[in-house]
């Protein structure tokens, strides 16, 4: 009896290490660390809101993060071969992606956004566009998304991020359309400008899991959870963006 009983201790005592063995297993993470202020490159580090989440979320987990930095195209391709285990770098939910990943809950809420300067009373809201000067950044979807939804704004065309902040900056532009991260980041720094609160369009970022991993999506979205209620997300988000933020 007294070996049996030895026997099974030695049992449980195994599988309970197998089992801390496996949580102390990394997750692989894909990441495009080109996107300030979501995930970037500074001395030689990556930093950004997504990174500063990400570590919240694997001391939640209790497993640590092994990131390997690749092109944007090539995140998701790696998770479903069986390379990285999620994507981490600030990607949008559709539906067109979920066919092949699952995700997590929404972390974030991007979208294009309005900023104007503070001060400014004749803009408040998004239909106070029309027959205003608008700068936009060649090359983006907010271009097409004024043509179509406010057609009477007059659109003032720029090739870089700068240029189009410095057209508010200088009074060549009323307002700027951009993306929301971009846009919380400029006013935070700057202080001269705003964000208004209605946003234009609504695009949430999620993580994207294996399908093969459904475990770890549910992980991922209780320890998501807990940063929330315990304010650790709240903190992160106003340390990037600014109380305006929340």
């Known amino acids: 009896m007294k070996l049996k009983n030895i026997i099974m201790a030695g049992a449980l005592a195994l599988g309970a290490y197998a089992n801390l063995a496996c949580a102390a297993e990394p997750v692989r993470v894909a990441i ?20 500063d989440m990400a570590a919240a979320l694997s001391e939640k987990l209790g497993r640590p993060l092994a990131y390997t930095d690749m092109d944007f195209k090539g995140m998701i391709p790696s998770v479903i071969s069986g390379r990285q285990d999620i994507v981490l770098s600030a990607i949008y939910i559709t539906d067109e992606r979920k066919k092949v990943v699952d995700f997590t809950d929404p972390y974030f809420t991007a979208g294009l ?54 057209s508010l900056e200088a009074d060549r532009a009323d307002a700027v359309v951009t993306g929301k991260p971009a846009a919380l980041l400029y006013a935070k720094n700057r ?25 770890l999506r549910e992980d991922i979205n209780r320890a998501l959870r807990d940063i929330k209620a315990d304010g650790t997300y709240d903190k992160i988000l106003v340390r990037w963006f600014g109380a305006d933020a929340k």
Request: proline share 8%; net charge positive; no cysteine.
């Open 32 to 51: 495009d660390p080109t996107f300030p202020p979501m995930e970037y490159i500074q001395d030689g580090k990556r930093t950004g809101f997504d990174i």
């Open 191 to 215: 202080g001269t400008a705003k964000v208004l609160p209605e946003p234009l369009t609504r695009e949430d970022y999620g993580i994207a899991v294996s399908k093969k991993l459904p475990q």
């Open 113 to 166: 956004v309005v900023m104007v300067k503070k001060g400014n009373t004749s803009l408040t809201k998004p239909d106070d566009l029309s027959g205003k000067r608008v700068a936009v950044q060649v090359g983006t979807k907010s271009i097409a998304w004024m043509k179509e939804h406010y057609p009477a704004a007059k659109l003032v065309e720029v090739e870089k991020n700068e240029e189009m902040f410095n």
